[in-house]
């Protein structure tokens, strides 16, 4: 387990793999009961560990991964996330180039629970969310484009579902698009960064997360990064 960032109030993963942030139907163990026994075992804890799940991010996705120690540390994070005063910045690698170099999208978002799977459109409607998020070119190689991509609001596979609008579906992501898979089944998205003030201590905290080191593609862009 790669562990980014770790207090007695916070802690980060890497989250490099196809693990879930939190149980499913599947029955496969979830991140958060992997990070719960780190913790049992390093602190010789009796009984339950306290861990509480700040953000998730989608089971295809790497990256950062943040969950609260401390129940205070989760109230106070969540109303972070809420005020939008957590900075999330992502990597993502796509095939197509985007209509512009650099752009602030706005679309309005719904959510089908039933093929969990989300739906844009341009303009709002019943049911719909307004989502929002910045991206920026940074990189090409290999005929495929780096993306660093400022996440503003915080709806289901947003980053997925807005990309493919635009007529830009991440690398390896079939259900929104993309041609074919990646070998390991996971999609070229990575959250690599969250900035934040520490709800406790009140310092400025950043936490970086490396990129992929199992796929030749992400190994490409590692020098601009």
């Known amino acids: 387990m790669n562990i980014l960032y ?8 890497n989250k490099i793999g196809y693990d ?11 991140l958060v009961d992997k990070v719960k026994n780190y913790i049992k075992k390093k602190y010789n804890k009796a009984g339950d560990v306290y861990l ?4 998730r991010i989608d089971r295809p996705v790497t990256g950062t991964v943040l969950f609260a120690r401390t129940s205070k540390a989760l109230v106070r994070m969540n109303k972070l996330f809420q005020d939008k005063k957590v900075k999330k910045t992502y990597l993502a690698i796509v095939k197509t180039l985007p209509p512009e170099d650099e752009a602030t999208i706005t679309h309005y978002i719904s959510k089908d629970s039933e093929k969990n799977k989300s739906y844009a459109y341009i303009k709002k409607r019943s049911g ?3 989502a929002v998020l910045s991206y920026r070119l940074i990189s090409s190689a ?8 400022d996440l503003i609001t915080g709806r ?5 579902c ?7 579906p991440i690398r390896g992501d079939l259900k929104y698009g993309f041609a074919r898979s990646n070998s390991n089944g996971g999609i070229s998205l990575h959250a690599h960064k969250l900035e934040f ?11 970086v997360a490396p990129i992929p080191n199992n796929d030749n593609l992400w190994k490409e862009f590692e020098n601009i990064l």
């Open 197 to 207: 003030e520490h709800p406790v201590t009140k310092e400025f905290v950043s936490i």
């Open 52 to 55: 509480g799940i700040v953000h």
């Open 6 to 13: 770790e207090d007695n109030h916070l802690i980060a993963i």
């Open 156 to 160: 289901h596979h947003q980053i997925r």
């Open 142 to 149: 290999s005929n495929y484009y780096l993306l660093e991509i």
């Open 128 to 130: 719909t969310k307004e």
């Open 162 to 168: 807005q990309l493919a609008k635009i007529g830009c």
């Open 20 to 30: 879930l942030v939190q149980s499913d139907s599947t029955g496969d163990e979830p």
